[in-house]
């Protein structure tokens, strides 16, 4: 079964430096997400891309965070100059939605932490 | 906007007992409702939708819209049962998802 992998799995950076996450979203997706949870609160949607353009951001998705899809396989997450209160998991989601199917299937998560 | 609330944050039930886990929203057009699990060290996950009407390993979850809830229930629950529940709502064009803070459903032996 078609899967959303996100690599790394855990990444630790010093804060002010610069990150990138990347997910491979199933290939038929058109959708793409991305949403972080920090230790202890709930899941947060952080930015929609679709058709090669953000359609959709979060009041968290500020100036310091960019997304991109180089490839057309790889979606990528950047956050240009990491603060502590970054530190959190980050998850990858692709949809279809094709025929009204809008299921989101999840990456198994990027855990970020900022030292 | 929309919100979802899980006025739950921990459940613990004895295995073979009925389960209730408690999910309200709001939302102001007509919303698409979710059940997500993530089992230990493994990937949020879809469980059930309120537009399919499916059981899942046993779930079932009835909207009711005059009450702006999806209840998720099991009669008879697992020791397998026990995981994080984050119910969700999606609306919008873009199909974002609205999670609530989440259920850790402990079945005990």
């Known amino acids: 079964e078609p899967e959303v992998t996100q690599t790394p799995s855990h990444q630790v950076t010093q804060m002010g430096q610069e990150v990138i996450l990347r997910c491979v979203p199933i290939?038929?997706?058109?959708?793409f997400y991305w949403y972080r949870q920090i230790l202890g609160q709930k899941v947060e949607f952080l930015v929609s891309?679709?058709?090669?353009?953000?359609?959709?951001k979060s009041e968290i998705f500020d100036d310091q965070f960019s997304v991109e899809r180089p490839d057309g396989s790889n979606f990528t997450l950047k956050i240009r100059s990491t603060k502590l209160e970054d530190s959190a998991m980050y998850f990858c989601?692709?949809?279809?939605?094709?025929?009204?199917?809008?299921?989101?299937?999840f990456g198994q998560g990027t855990r970020l932490t900022v030292v | 906007a929309q919100r979802v609330t899980q006025p739950e944050k921990l459940l613990s039930v004895f295995k073979g007992a009925p389960v209730e886990l408690k999910c309200n929203y709001s939302?102001?057009?007509?919303?698409?409702l979710f059940w997500y699990v993530q089992y230990s060290r493994q990937r949020l996950q879809l469980l059930l939708r309120?537009?399919s009407r499916e059981s899942i390993k046993g779930f079932t979850a009835d909207l009711n819209k005059g009450e702006t809830s999806f209840h998720l229930k099991k009669p008879f629950a697992q020791e397998e049962d026990s995981a994080m529940y984050y119910c969700?709502?999606?609306?919008?064009?873009?199909?974002?998802?609205?999670f609530g803070k989440g259920t850790l459903l402990t079945v005990n032996p």
């Open positions: 989601a692709s949809s279809q939605y094709r025929g009204g199917d809008t299921e989101a299937f």
């Open positions: 290939s038929n997706h058109l959708y």
């Open positions: 891309f679709y058709n090669n353009e953000i359609s959709e």
């Open positions: 939302y102001s057009g007509s919303p698409e």
């Open positions: 309120h537009i």
């Open positions: 969700a709502i999606s609306g919008g064009s873009n199909y974002k998802l609205t």
